[in-house]
């Protein structure tokens, strides 16, 4: 079993920035890689961004391309995700994932633990 948990959510204006944590634990070995999702209000959920584990590889989706940046820290078994230049769009509740057994980063299925998520709200 892995425990994913995020944190760093919360309230800006347009135009500025937030960073959020997500921090693994457990059997986190089996890791290939982590990724990060998001969910608005009456949508599916959506992906935003992942990083391989092994190869430090990164992966966004064209929304956020040029705004955001996921990182790690594999001492700590953590992943971040810079956001910058936030928009109202980016509005969403954010999840943190883990996949041990696929490579397809920005597909739902291919995680196998999921945080509780962390609220974003971007003010117009």
């Known amino acids: 079993q892995v425990h994913v948990v995020e944190s760093g959510g919360g309230l800006v204006q347009a135009g500025g920035s937030l960073r959020l944590s997500c921090a693994a634990s457990?059997?986190?070995?089996?890791?290939?890689?982590m990724g990060w999702f998001r969910q608005a209000p009456g949508k599916e959920r959506a992906f935003v961004a992942a990083?391989?584990?092994?190869?430090?590889?990164?992966y966004y989706a064209d929304s956020v391309k040029g705004r955001f940046t996921i990182s790690r820290d594999t001492a700590k078994n953590t992943v971040y995700l810079q956001m910058n230049s936030l928009k109202p769009e980016d509005t969403a509740v954010y999840y943190c994932?883990?996949?041990?057994?696929?490579?397809?980063?920005?597909?739902?299925?291919?995680?196998?633990?999921w945080g509780q998520g962390t609220q974003v709200t971007v003010s117009s």
């Open positions: 994932a883990v996949s041990s057994g696929s490579r397809s980063y920005d597909k739902y299925h291919a995680y196998d633990y």
């Open positions: 457990g059997r986190t070995f089996s890791s290939l890689g």
């Open positions: 990083l391989s584990w092994s190869g430090g590889n990164t």
